[in-house]
């Protein structure tokens, strides 16, 4: 879907914000014009790009040139706004058709669940949808993957829409389609350097690697373990970034809100996709941008004469996407994160998070 929608705030946040003051509030009174889906865009066929020199007597053909990835981008653009306008419609399984077409990984889960949330959307929201557009925008195509690793081709885009700052994953499927896979908004913040090398193609960066303050994939667990435990564990592994700082007091913060009606936790669900994607920076380091999920749950407290505490669910929060209950006892959310984070070589730091991006995608009452 790829729309403002859920960017501005990571929807982990706005959405639970929400509930927590319903539920204080319950606390405090103790009790384009639609002619029909029209024909896919053909998709466009990507050469490999020329061959670059990785040493004296060696070269590697990158997956493809940086126009390439630039045209990628405009067609994403175009058929993501098609696809968008068959949501707003109705036009859901049409809406969904389409976006397997541009879209893969997490970032289609989270569209796939904004396409379902647009039933509880208040007439208001409805009308904030309008077509989006990325400008000014660079590509860092990696020349090679890391050797030994079955991982498919990928290139990082910095662009921008309107007042942010948008980090994008394209990936190269196995029936040779580049999707978008993962996107992060950022606010008054510039992207890390990523180096490049005379022919401008970036170097990707093994997600196993041992030579960086901590391995690229530990980016997940470390991010998780701030927003579960408040960074006691793995999260100690990331600086105290706005991003961090704002995790690593989000349970405290519910708790505080909610007891001694209810009890909220989260817990790390498991990641269907695991993927991790890491670009070399100018200083030494890597870009690095990565999947996770966790589990929200928010558990009535027994109450003085046999009652429960309880959660009230409002008809236009996105979990009543899901669960057809005015409250419920017991919620359940579950969200689909990325993160991106620069980590410094060892010895040289902590890992700064700069970004993440949540969307609900199912809950249970």
Same mark, same amino acid.
């Given at each position: 879907?790829?729309t403002t ?5 990571p929807?982990?946040?706005t959405? =639970?914000?929400a509930?927590?003051?319903? #539920? ?13 889906p029209?024909?896919v ?6 050469s490999r790009g020329?061959?670059?020199l990785?040493g004296p007597?060696?070269c590697v053909t ?8 630039l ?10 706004n098609?696809a968008n306008?068959?949501?707003y419609?109705?036009?859901l399984? +049409?809406?969904?058709a ?9 970032l ?5 669940a +904004?396409?379902?949330e647009l ?5 208001a929201?409805?009308k904030t949808h309008?077509p989006?557009?990325y ?6 195509v990696?020349? +090679? ?5 079955a991982?498919?081709p990928?290139?990082f885009?910095?662009?921008h829409e309107?007042?942010? =700052?948008v ?5 190269e499927g196995?029936?040779r389609v ?6 992060i908004w ?6 890390p350097?990523?180096?490049v ?5 970036a =170097?990707a #960066?093994?997600?196993? =690697? ?6 690229p994939n530990q980016?997940p667990? %470390?991010?998780?373990d701030?927003y579960i435990t ?8 990331? %600086?105290?970034t706005?991003?961090a700082?704002?995790?690593?007091t989000t349970?405290?913060g519910?708790?505080?809100a909610?007891?001694p ?6 817990l790390?669900d498991n990641d269907?996709?695991r993927?991790v994607?890491?670009?070399k920076?100018?200083?030494g380091?890597?870009?690095v ?12 407290i027994?109450q003085?004469g046999?009652?429960?505490g309880?959660i ?5 929060s996105d979990?009543r996407?899901w ?6 006892t017991n919620?359940?959310e579950s969200?689909t ?7 410094p070589?060892?010895g ?8 993440e991006?949540?969307?609900?995608v199912?809950a249970?009452?």
């Amino acid at each position: 879907m790829n729309t403002t929608k859920r960017r501005r705030l990571p929807a982990a946040r706005t959405v =639970t914000c929400a509930a927590v003051l319903a #539920v204080v509030a319950a606390a405090a009174s103790c009790g384009t014009d639609d002619k029909g889906p029209r024909p896919v865009p053909a998709i466009p066929h990507t050469s490999r790009g020329s061959c670059v020199l990785a040493g004296p007597d060696r070269c590697v053909t990158p997956p493809l040139t940086q126009a390439q990835a630039l045209a990628q981008i405009a067609r994403y653009v175009q058929v993501n706004n098609r696809a968008n306008a068959l949501a707003y419609t109705g036009h859901l399984a +049409q809406a969904g058709a389409l976006n397997a077409t541009i879209e893969t990984g997490p970032l289609r889960a989270q569209s796939l669940a +904004q396409y379902a949330e647009l039933k509880v959307e208040t007439a208001a929201q409805k009308k904030t949808h309008h077509p989006f557009y990325y400008v000014h925008s660079t590509v860092y195509v990696p020349s +090679q993957l890391p050797p030994g690793r079955a991982q498919l081709p990928y290139f990082f885009a910095v662009t921008h829409e309107s007042k942010y =700052t948008v980090l994008l994953v394209f990936v190269e499927g196995v029936d040779r389609v580049w999707r978008n896979a993962a996107a992060i908004w950022t606010t008054g913040a510039s992207a890390p350097s990523i180096a490049v090398d005379p022919q401008g193609y970036a =170097t990707a #960066v093994d997600p196993d =690697t041992d030579t960086l303050a901590m391995t690229p994939n530990q980016l997940p667990q %470390a991010v998780n373990d701030n927003y579960i435990t408040g960074g006691r564990g793995s999260g100690r592994q990331l %600086a105290a970034t706005e991003v961090a700082k704002t995790d690593r007091t989000t349970i405290s913060g519910w708790n505080r809100a909610l007891r001694p009606y209810v009890h909220a936790e989260a817990l790390p669900d498991n990641d269907p996709y695991r993927a991790v994607w890491a670009l070399k920076l100018t200083g030494g380091g890597a870009l690095v941008i990565a999947s996770r999920m966790y589990d929200q749950h928010f558990n009535g407290i027994p109450q003085p004469g046999n009652g429960m505490g309880y959660i009230p669910i409002p008809p236009h929060s996105d979990a009543r996407t899901w669960v057809d209950e005015a409250s419920s006892t017991n919620l359940a959310e579950s969200y689909t994160c990325v993160d991106v984070a620069a980590i410094p070589p060892r010895g040289h730091g902590l890992t700064q998070q700069t970004g993440e991006d949540c969307e609900m995608v199912h809950a249970y009452g």
